[in-house]
């Protein structure tokens, strides 16, 4: 995770950090602070935002009213709580691609938008925040309905302004949309004083585009030596992997991690946030790695001899025991972020960089230069995987009683496969991860702060962004229940988002962490007493309630819930104590995995590959005959 020390950006509240260039032909206008933020927003391709009024925020919303009135293009969704809108934001940019917008008051209305940052920065999401403040003149005398939103946001934004003067609330806008779209992207706060949102001044806008920022450049074209050096080592690789992370979502980077990858002969991976990078059908997929990975993909990263980690941060959640993951690789490191290459691993090659732009360099190189790819180099990897993927995979159980969880994930899938998901967190989270096969961006999830609540208003955002497309949630019993007011904002706008509910009556991810490393004492993991009549709840909200009980219902429920026009709520009752398998235990490596078909061979009996040489040896050797490298 970034700290605020590795942010090139000073953390001013007014000072000038940027030159603006306007054209001198504009002419000034008198407007409020108000208006020129909601004009410089327009400016700036905001179609929506999401958000909740409040005292501070008021006259915002006075001039959004006359916008609206005026024909204005931009739209507004009220939410029914702030954190509701901070995740419609956040999935309304990751299913577009574009900056999310939402706005909040002052005090309680700005700290509840809090989570929701946190979610965005955890997982590099660009949106820019808007929250009402207390007028200047009272700031930090503990006035109504004040908090110091600047202060407590400082670790979980990229970058954040106090707008002090009205005359630069166009330039403000400009910098935070340049600042939250480029680079690492990532959340951005603008904090608006209620008098300076009142303010009468004459506005020049800024366009987009038209501001410079001489402590903000972010690298994008990777170092061509190192470039190189990379290209070398994956010619030399006889056990390669791609390792593939949210990076090549960011960039767009999905058709040229498929170039790579075919033209190497090398298998792919993702993490949670990587999925829909790379097409999980292609023969070269090994699916997600990780916790909750595929078995094949543990094992994977833990043989191979090149890592080749694309827009990915090394994360706990995938390295488990940092210092027994991928021991026998060399690593090239390709990010962005210059704070995340080396942070947790040290590259043999470290490429600063946009992922796409890096990858489309070094596919351009090796065409140049005529690399010679030899198809059979990565074979024998490659069977020794598919004997993993027979071997270990990834199970559907049937009980006799009971629809399991996974039953109901792959059902989905099958009937809606384009479908944009959204899920929330817990075991759901990871049955949905294993088993739909999503396309770039229509995976949302919350990967790096796991925020229960996060799949519904996350997906109204998406559907708003996306309104041809089918847009699915799905979600546990006990993450619905955290954000459920809004089937409130689905229904005033008849957003037609379908949740599916996954309710095994408990907090299903604690309850099998309790059982498996707590002595199975289940502390307050029960969620069935006060559990709400979803069908009711539904109802009460004006919108489609169904229940499932029995695989029989399942197909034709499913069905009934695609076809209807608005939006559904499907409550499933499946298998209560259905675990989430693999599973590497706190503690262990990726190729210590728990709850497999079968048991791995031992590790004696594969061969050990020569990182140098590339020769085969004997399990038992030390140093390679070949080369004398130590083994």
């Known amino acids: ?140 005398t503990d006035a109504f309905q004040e908090t110091d939103i600047y202060g407590i946001t400082l670790p979980i934004v990229k970058h954040s302004y106090v707008v002090r003067d009205v005359k630069d609330m166009a330039r403000i806008v400009a910098e935070a949309f340049h600042i939250a779209s480029t680079g690492r992207p990532g959340p951005v706060l603008i904090d608006v004083p209620k008098d300076v949102a009142l303010e009468e001044f004459d506005y020049l806008p800024v366009e987009p585009g038209k501001v410079k920022l001489p402590g903000y450049r972010p690298t994008v074209k990777g170092n061509p030596r190192q470039v190189c050096a990379a290209i070398q080592l994956i010619r030399e690789s006889r056990r390669p992997l791609l390792y593939v992370g949210g990076g090549a979502i960011a960039s767009n980077a999905h058709e040229e991690v498929k170039q790579l990858a075919e033209m190497f002969n090398i298998p792919v991976s993702t993490t949670l946030m990587g999925i829909g990078a790379f097409d999980e059908h292609h023969p070269l997929s090994v699916g997600m790695l990780g916790m909750h990975g595929t078995a094949y993909a543990n094992f994977a990263v833990t043989d191979c001899d090149l890592l080749i980690c694309v ?88 009980h006799a009683d009971s629809i399991s969880p996974q039953e109901v994930i792959v059902e989905i899938g099958r009937q809606a496969p384009d479908a944009y998901y959204t899920t929330d967190v817990g075991q759901h989270q990871m049955w949905a991860a294993q088993f739909l096969n999503n396309g770039p961006r229509r995976w949302i999830s919350s990967g790096g702060l796991g925020t229960m609540g996060f799949g519904l208003p996350a997906a109204i955002g998406a559907k708003v962004g996306v309104p041809d497309q089918e847009v699915i949630c799905i979600s546990g019993d006990a993450s619905f229940q955290m954000n459920l007011q809004e089937l409130g904002t689905a229904a005033q706008y008849g957003i037609n988002v379908k949740t599916v509910i996954l309710n095994n009556g408990w907090q299903g991810m604690v309850r099998q962490w309790q059982q498996a490393f707590y002595g199975e004492r289940y502390s307050c993991s029960n969620m069935e007493v006060g559990m709400p009549d979803i069908e009711f709840l539904a109802k009460a909200y004006g919108i489609k309630g169904m229940v499932i009980t029995s695989r029989e219902e399942l197909k034709d429920a499913i069905a009934e819930m695609l076809a209807h026009p608005g939006p559904v709520i499907v409550n499933v009752h499946v298998t209560r104590d259905e675990n989430c398998y693999p599973m590497i235990a706190p503690g262990k490596s990726n190729a210590q995995m728990i709850g497999l078909p079968r048991q791995p061979q031992k590790a004696s009996l594969e061969p050990v590959f020569c990182n140098n040489c590339g020769a085969k040896n004997l399990p038992n050797n030390n140093f390679c005959p070949e080369c004398g490298t130590k083994l």
């Not at 991928?326 to 290459?341: G, L, Q, Y």
Request: hydrophobic share 40%.
């Open 1 to 140: 995770m970034r700290s605020p020390s590795q942010i090139s950006l000073p953390q001013t509240e007014n000072q000038s950090i940027s030159n603006i260039l306007i054209s001198p032909v504009v002419t000034p206008r008198r407007a409020s602070g108000g208006f020129a933020l909601l004009d410089s927003l327009q400016r700036h391709g905001v179609e929506y935002i999401f958000g909740y009024p409040g005292g501070a925020i008021l006259p915002i919303y006075d001039d959004l009213y006359k916008v609206e009135a005026a024909g204005g293009e931009i739209k507004h969704i009220l939410v029914r709580h702030e954190q509701g809108a901070a995740h419609a934001a956040d999935g309304y940019a990751r299913a577009t691609g574009k900056v999310g917008v939402c706005f909040g008051t002052s005090g309680p209305g700005a700290t509840n938008l809090v989570t929701g940052i946190a979610t965005a920065y955890m997982d590099s999401i660009p949106m820019v925040i808007v929250t009402g403040q207390v007028s200047r003149a009272v700031i930090g």
């Open 311 to 398: 827009g990915a941060r090394f994360d706990d959640r995938v390295t488990s025991k940092l210092d027994e993951f991928a021991t026998r690789a060399k690593v090239i490191h390709i990010d962005i972020d210059p704070a995340e290459v080396g942070k947790n691993r040290v590259p043999d090659v470290p490429i600063v960089g946009d992922v796409r732009k890096v990858l489309t360099d070094l596919l351009r190189r090796c065409q140049q230069t005529g690399v010679n790819t030899i198809p059979s180099q990565t074979q024998e990897w490659l069977n020794l995987i598919n004997r993993w993927k027979e071997e270990y995979p990834l199970e559907v159980p049937h």
